[in-house]
Each structure stands twice: as C-alpha cells, then as structure tokens.
C-alpha cells in the first residue's frame, strides 16, 4: 500500500528532496509505492521492459547514507526510467528488435559500462526502476509497435498514437510510474511523446548532452533529454545531464555554455514579459494546421499575449527557409538527411561495448541482422539509400564519412535562423508541436509535427509544454525554440506559459 505521505501525481523533484529531508517518507517508502505503480499498471501499457531488481536496494542504500549525514545528490531518491538504447551496465541494450534480444532468439548487446547519461543519473542518486520501450532501431517518432516487446499505449488516450521512439518513457512518466525519465531524440523523438502524452520534454543543443553508449540512428543528429510532468523537473534533470564528456567530444562545445544557477535559473512567471517569439507559418514550412488546431493555436497566442510575449506574424516568410526542406522518399514526411553515417555510428557504439561483446563491429552486426535487412525496400530504414551522401558513407562504411551535403544544409540553417532571430530581434519561436490530433494506434498513419528536420538538423534547442486539448481528448502542446544553447531561457519561458495557464490534466488516478 502507496505510503500516505505520498502523492504520485503530485510528485517533483522539489518535493521529494522535502520530504526525504523532513522524514515524512523515506526512498524505500518512495521505491515501494513506485513499483506498486509499475506492477499496476505497466501491464496495460507496456513502457517499462526491463525491470531493475536492485532499484528497491539503492533506495534503501540512499536513506542509510542519508541516516549517516552524508552528502546526497540532486535526484536522490528520485524514481527515473531510461530509453533502452542507453547502455545500463547489467542490461541488455536491444534497441526494441527481437533480433538484439536473446529471449526473442536473438543475441544480447551486454554493455560493460553504463552511457555517460546513466551514470550521471546513478551519480545524482536517482533510483533507476528499468529500461523502457523503443521500436525497432528507434526508426520512427509516431509509437513502438514493432518493438520485441510489443506497443506501448499512450496513457492519455489509449486507442491513440504515443509518440516514439521515447514511448515507453513518456508513458512511465504519464503514469506515474516515475518522476522523470531519460529520452533520445533524432527526429522527434523526445517532442512527440511528450506532447502525444501531455508532458515536458526538453530536445537539447547538440553537444550539450553525451550521447556514446546510445544506439545511434545518427551522432550528427542524435541528442538524449529528459521527459517531465513539469518544466522545472525536466530543467533539473537536464543539470545532471549536460556537459562535457570525455567519451563524446563534441561535447566539448558546451564548456561555458552552462549557466552557473542551472537550467531553471530564469523559470519565473514572468519570463514572457517582453519576450519576441516567431510565429509558426508558410515561411517556416507550408504544411498546414487543421482547423482545431488553428483555434487552439489562436487561444494559446492569446495566453501567451496576456503573458506579456510580443508575437511576431511568421518571421521566416520570404527567406526561402521552408525551401531547405526535403522529404526523404519513401517516407511521407521525414528529412533524414545527416543519417548517412548509421554504419560509422554504430561501429564506434558497438567498440564502446567492450572486447567480450557479441558484435563488435558493423560488419558483424549486418551480419546479425542480415534476414531483416534494414535498408532493404520494406525495413525499418528503406529511406536511407535514398539519402544524399548515402552511398559514399557506405562504400567504406567504418570510415568516418564526410557528408559535404548534410554540412552544407546545416550550415544554411544555422544561418537562416541567426538572419531571422537578428532581423526581428526574436527571443524564440512557439508553434503548435503537432500540425492535427493524433491518429489512432493502428491506424498507419504518422504523428505529424511541425519543426522535425529542421530543429534536428539544425541541432537547436526545443522545450514542449502542454496547451490544452482537443475535443477528443488528444493532447494539443506548444513547442518553443530557439538559437543554439539558448535553453535556460526557453525553460523560462515554458515555465512561465504553464504557470500561467495549467493546462495539463492527470492521466491516470
């Protein structure tokens, strides 16, 4: 029975540090009410697959550490989840295939080591209660439907979509089941689950967070982020992520950029106040808003107005920005330019996992999966021989490739967004995260996004936060950008919005 201290729905980061403190639970007491969450009702939702038998344990080690007057860290006590493609030492990484698991007849990528991110999580003293569901290879944003462990279930709506590939973190968040829960995002990744479950997501700068030990789709587009009930508890998670890592050099590129009172240091309900945001529009990208969505758009640009923003009619129009977007055939809707480097990506991951792993290189690794060929017409990843600089990356596929044409794209960006920001004087972007509500579960049918290639590509930072609802009950969120390395104040900003509206709804009792 859930200890009467304690409130899952009502649980933060912030509280339970009170708590603990004030002695009117303990982390056992914590841990013990967040696997009766789990046993309840992962069940019915499948996020978490790998249950970690010794999350009751640490809890137990925090509070005699705690009893002792020893120094804890910032997420003690703090039940978390991690995304499966996160190497936690003892734990298969099976990135959702059948084929990488070894009780689906497959074999077991066995880490020696934990990624960077889980260490830092186990550093700040977080209990880790498992490892949660991704489809295969993390290929799509929209659900995990082909994982080995079969669908997640979107806890707000459960005929819907759940956003991928972090679906079963955002789903153990959206129940409860945890506080706060570890994220990747290569094109959508992190920003659909959150918004298709009515959560906080935070899409990191590229190079902010390190990203070895990750299964890559791409380290030129890859990025792991917190998922969150609210944006003070995902600003907290992202101090214990970010900066530099001596296994991920790019990182190297977030020294100094790092605010010395952490990521939340501008939440403040008054952050909007004289804030310039773009508006999303035809000079962002054509696609257009179904009529809902228009309306709830227009209700959240009134929010935001009361808040004291300054909002600026679609900024990008006349600047050929939508003109750099490409679909990437056979897909209907994704850019997966930057891609082109899979082989390289996952050939310096699958070195990481150390000289007793059961693949050790790419080419063993084809060779494992050479029945479901990914690249084959009908596999997970059929787009990417489509891809510009595809075929030269492949040609010495443990080389590390060049890609001139994803380069040069980035570089457009990164310049089309600085021209804009500087001509309108912007403090940051706000559109609606999804172009219409979500499809149905098995419908076929995508989640449609608004900033996915763009944001990814570009590598710049991106906070969702809910906005309301549709009449049926599907999530509607905004999604605010920015320049690089521009999240405090994006955290700020979102925090301000949901303050001042308090739009979310709890999914579950």
Known sequence: MTHPSINLETLSIASISEGLASGSFTAEDLALASLEQVKKLNGTYNAIILENPEALETAREIDKRRAAGEALGPLAGVPVVVKDPMDMKGFPTTAGWHLLYSKTGGVDLMPETDSPVVARMRAADAVILGKTNVPVLSHTGSHANDSWAGPTINVVMEDRLPGGSSAGTASAVACNMCVVGLAEETGGSIQNPASAHDLVGIKPTMGLVPNAGVVPLSGNRDVVGPIARTVADAASCLDVLAGWSAEDPKTLASVGKIPAGGF??????????????????????????????????????????????????????????????????????????????????????????????????????????????????????????????????????????????????????????????????????????????????????????????????????????????????????????????????????????????????????
Request: proline content about 9%.
């Open 264 to 509: 939340g240091s501008k939440m403040s309900t008054g952050a909007l106040s004289g804030k310039r945001l773009g508006l999303y529009g035809p000079g962002w990208r054509p696609d257009t808003l179904s009529d809902e969505a228009i309306a709830l758009y227009k209700r959240a640009q009134a929010e935001l107005s009361d808040a004291g923003a300054i909002l600026i009619e679609d900024p990008f129009a006349g600047t050929g920005f939508a003109d750099l977007r490409e679909v990437t055939p056979p897909t209907p809707h994704f850019d997966g330019r930057g891609l082109e480097s899979i082989a390289w990506d996952v050939d310096c991951y699958l070195k990481r996992l150390g000289p007793s792993a059961a693949i050790k290189s790419w080419s063993e690794f084809v060779e494992v999966v050479k029945s479901e060929d990914p690249f084959s017409p009908g596999g997970v990843l059929s787009f990417m021989p489509s891809l510009p600089d595809f075929r030269t990356a492949m040609e010495n596929p443990t080389a590390p490739p060049e890609l001139p044409e994803f380069i040069a794209l980035k570089a457009a960006y990164l310049g089309l967004l600085s021209e804009v920001f500087d001509k309108h004087s912007l403090d940051g972007l706000v559109f609606p995260q999804m172009q219409y509500e979500l499809p149905g579960l098995h419908s076929g049918e995508p989640l449609m996004e608004t900033t996915v290639g763009e944001l990814n590509i570009a590598g710049i930072p991106a906070v969702t936060v809910p906005a309301g609802y549709y009449a049926s009950g599907s999530p509607f969120e905004l999604i605010f950008l920015g320049l690089q390395w521009s999240e405090t104040e994006l955290i700020g900003m979102a925090y301000a919005y949901e303050q001042a509206t308090l739009h979310r709804k709890p999914a579950v009792e």
